[in-house]
T-cell receptor, first 119, second 115 residues
Framework: DTGVSQDPRHKITKRGQNVTFRCDPI?????LYWYRQTLGQGPEFLTY????????KSRLLSDRFSAERPKGSFSTLEIQRTEQGDSAMYLC?????????????????FGDGTRLSIL | AQSVTQLDSHVSVSEGTPVLLRCNYS??????LFWYVQHPNKGLQLLLK????ATLVKGINGFEAEFKKSETSFHLTKPSAHMSDAAEYFC????WGSGTYKYIFGTGTRLKVLA
């Protein structure tokens, strides 16, 4: 178990640029989640995948945001035309999951996040 | 519907004294409950989880939590605080309902440990 890894750890970019983050989940986990966390707040859910299928997207995920998990392994989160308000920590988590009650007790395992700063 | 309330946004304790971080939850279904810790510029680390087995749950780093259904609480405790415990702590509820489940995070409690 090598844990969830995220790349890069830090990203500084100018307003209006596009950025892409990568998340590598724990290998046996079929669910992958993206969260956004601003300073002093808890994580806010953005979206999640079960295998390669994106099953839910938050209203926070504007059309400038897109996430993919093409082969059900790693995932990317892209932000287009970045804005000042996009500055945050972007966290990825993975877990075992499924559409059955017994999966609701599975813990999510988090990466160390990507901190995005918009100049 | 589910919700979780962390009753204190900040807690300060002296090193070597007990820690109590309070969490109340609301859930229409049998919940699973988790505590996570987050150190600066790091991700969330799982401390412990309750999943309808023993009501007293032991976690890592000497932390434990007790599930009290009658009080809808899941408070986190540690007998003796260490400087390295200074961090943000999140209580999370997850419960199955309406064909799905989701993590609901509390707003966090920042623990300060005084030398």
């Amino acid at each position: 178990d090598t844990g969830v890894s995220q790349d890069p750890r830090h990203k500084i970019t100018k307003r209006g640029q596009n950025v892409t983050f990568r998340c590598d989940p724990i290998s046996e986990h079929n669910r992958l989640y993206w969260y956004r966390q601003t300073l002093g707040q808890g994580p806010e859910f953005l979206t999640y995948f079960q295998n390669e299928a994106q099953l839910e997207k938050s209203r926070l995920l504007s059309d400038r945001f897109s996430a993919e998990r093409p082969k059900g392994s790693f995932s990317t989160l892209e932000i287009q035309r970045t804005e000042q308000g996009d500055s945050a920590m972007y966290l990825c988590a993975s877990s075992l999951g499924g559409q059955a009650p017994e999966f609701s007790n599975q813990p999510q395992h988090f990466g160390d996040g990507t901190r995005l700063s918009i100049l | 519907a589910q919700s979780v309330t962390q009753l204190d946004s900040h807690v300060s304790v002296s090193e070597g004294t007990p820690v109590l971080l309070r969490c109340n939850y609301s859930s229409s279904y049998s919940p699973s409950l988790f505590w996570y810790v987050q150190h600066p510029n790091k991700g969330l680390q799982l401390l412990l989880k309750y999943t309808s087995a023993a009501t007293l749950v032991k976690g890592i780093n000497g932390f434990e939590a007790e599930f009290k259904k009658s009080e809808t609480s899941f408070h986190l405790t540690k007998p003796s605080a260490h400087m390295s415990d200074a961090a943000e702590y999140f209580c999370v509820v997850s419960a199955w309902g309406s064909g799905t489940y989701k993590y609901i995070f509390g707003t966090g409690t920042r623990l300060k440990v005084l030398a």
